[in-house]
């Protein structure tokens, strides 16, 4: 499963941003989908991930209480509510499909397009 991300942007400190995570090829409505984000010079790191029936999330410690994962497998898309976003949140976001491991969520072999998200002091 190919995902794309969309919907990022450059935004003020304490400002919001939506992204939209949607598949064009496959449904994703069986899947797991995790957010993902890499800032320069840094690895890619999980964010959040949701489950299939969009009953259960996991959030990063950091974006807690900010961010808000939902999904609506009618239009085959996962959303990422982001408020009062910080300059640490600047990074290029990705989604993907994710499969526990025990504690370990681990991303689909293909990635897909990411989206910048710039967060300005």
């Known amino acids: 499963v190919q995902l794309q991300a969309s919907g990022g942007g450059l935004v003020q400190a304490g400002g919001s941003l939506r992204l939209s995570c949607a598949a064009s090829r496959s449904t994703i409505s069986d899947n797991a989908i995790g957010w993902y984000r890499q800032a320069p010079g840094e690895q890619r790191e999980l964010v959040v991930v949701?489950?299939?029936?969009?009953?259960?999330?996991e959030y990063k410690d950091s974006v807690k209480g900010r961010f808000t994962i939902s999904r609506d497998n009618a239009k085959n898309t996962v959303y990422l509510q982001m408020n009062s976003l910080k300059p640490e949140d600047t990074a290029v976001y990705y989604c993907?499909?994710?499969?526990?491991?025990?504690?370990?969520?681990?991303?689909?072999?293909?990635w897909g397009q990411g989206t910048q998200v710039t967060v300005s002091s």
């Open positions: 993907n499909a994710v499969t526990r491991f025990g504690n370990y969520w681990s991303p689909g072999r293909s």
């Open positions: 949701i489950s299939s029936g969009g009953n259960y999330a």
